[in-house]
């Protein structure tokens, strides 16, 4: 089982949807979990950070997460064509280590 | 956010050639990490620093080396390029638990 899970997607939604995002890990004693925004050939930018059971919103972006699951979410409302990208989810191990998933690419066609 | 600089941001050279990737923040970031990322694939971590003096090889096995003599540069050397070594090759830096990435550098090597 990898670390950090992801469906690669890609996702498909129409602009002004809500784009769900979706992401599990392995590890119980995370404690730290965040969503990257990558373009083709751009290097990720940090859009979320998430430390709390519940929901965090920022703008269009809402991060979920459920640490008795070990689930954690990004929800994308009104997507936009520009949201097309791929969507990193990354979780702190208890380590210090952070681990990526592989990712998420995300279509927003109009 | 920290400001993250990358040089060169493109490189082509040719097979056998020594070559230093800059990577320098202006934050006093205690925490810098080296990774590589094939088109459309996974980041992998190949180097990290806790600080001055500190520096670890990531999981993916690596032939580059890097050094850490100030806070704010953390150059990665390749002392024999080859094209398996062709890459883009990603640093962060880390404040705390977020990590922010510089522009990174498309190496390709002939």
Known sequence: QKEVE??????????GAIASLNCTYSDRGSQSFFWYRQYSGKSPELIMSIYSNGDKEDGRFTAQLNKASQYVSLLIRDSQPSD??????????????????????????? | EADIYQTPRYLVIGTGKKITLECSQTMGHDKMY????????????????????????????SESTVSRIRTEHFPLTLESARPSHTSQYLCASCPGDEQFFGPGTRLTVL
């Open chain 1, 84 to 110: 097309s990208a791929t969507y990193l989810c990354a979780v702190k191990l208890p380590t210090d280590k952070l681990i990526f998933g592989t990712g998420t690419r995300l279509q927003v066609f109009p």
């Open chain 2, 34 to 61: 080296w990774y590589q990322q094939d088109p459309g694939m996974e980041l992998h971590l190949i180097h990290y620093s806790y600080g001055v003096n500190s520096t670890e090889k990531g999981d993916l096995s």
């Open chain 1, 6 to 15: 992801q469906n690669s997607g890609p996702l498909s939604v129409p602009e």
